[in-house]
């Protein structure tokens, strides 16, 4: 059975700016990113342990075909994953949470 999947508010926010950044750069790329940005969040809603923890219960997963992080942690109690970023590779890391 999946998890439930939330977005917070700073994840939320980089999520669009990513996508209207790269509807921007070219007509569909950001529909592609949300895909992207999508499928992996529900591999994370399949498999939530599966991802290594990275900084205290912080796990992270890259995302294949651009240049992102999803940081999230997981509720067990309520079945609830929180996406705490999608992280770019090129910003100051000190910044991912």
Known sequence: ???KVLLTK????????AFCW???QKLGLGDD??????????LISENPKHYPKKIRELR???????????IYSIDETSRIIYI???FHFKRNPKNKV
């Not at 992270?60 to 999803?70: D, G, H, N, S």
């Open 1 to 3: 059975m999946s998890y």
């Open 10 to 17: 700073k994840s939320r926010k980089e999520f669009l700016d």
């Open 22 to 24: 790269y509807q921007e």
């Open 33 to 42: 990113f949300k895909t992207e940005i999508y499928k992996h969040l529900n």
């Open 60 to 70: 992270e997963l890259v995302v294949k075909k651009f240049p992102f992080i999803i």
């Open 84 to 86: 705490a970023s999608i």
